[in-house]
């Protein structure tokens, strides 16, 4: 299945439809069922004790997965999250960017299901786990 959205396109998408957190992420590569997402760390992604919230987290576990199923089906904004599950693993990094590897496990039609791995700039060993399932909207 080939990829039908590029990083350029997806960056246009989340411009239109979602401006208000659109600059948040940067699309950095998409594959083939596979995405890698950034979130520049900034303040408002900080939890006391100065390190990277868990809904700043979701968020880029969540716009990546969002991202992947587009890329391979086109700009359908109505594709929804119908369940998500994270694993915590370690602390990320002080000051450093987060990384969200993504792939899809399953691209069907009504239902697509992602994996990620978080990680901070600069780190192999991931500070989360995510697994995503999306509802995809019937063609009209």
Do not use: W
């Not at 594959?31 to 900080?46: D, N, S, Y």
């Not at 199923?69 to 359908?76: C, E, Q, S």
């Amino acid at each position: 299945m080939p990829v039908v959205m590029t990083e350029a396109d997806l960056h246009a998408f989340l411009e239109r439809e979602f401006p208000q957190t659109a600059g948040d992420f940067i699309i950095e590569e998409v594959g083939e069922k596979a995405i890698r997402v950034r979130l520049p760390v900034a303040e408002r992604h900080l939890r006391p004790g100065g390190t990277v919230s868990g809904p700043s987290m979701f968020a880029l576990a969540d716009v990546s997965v969002y991202l992947a199923v587009l890329a391979m089906i086109g700009p359908k904004a109505l594709a929804v999250t119908t369940n998500c599950s994270i694993d915590f693993m370690r602390k990320p990094a002080a000051g450093a960017d987060l990384i969200c590897v993504c792939r899809l496990l399953k691209l069907g039609r009504v239902l697509a299901v992602g994996e990620c791995l978080m990680f901070s700039e600069g780190s192999d060993a991931p500070v989360a786990r995510a697994s995503l399932t999306y509802s995809i909207p019937p063609e009209r």
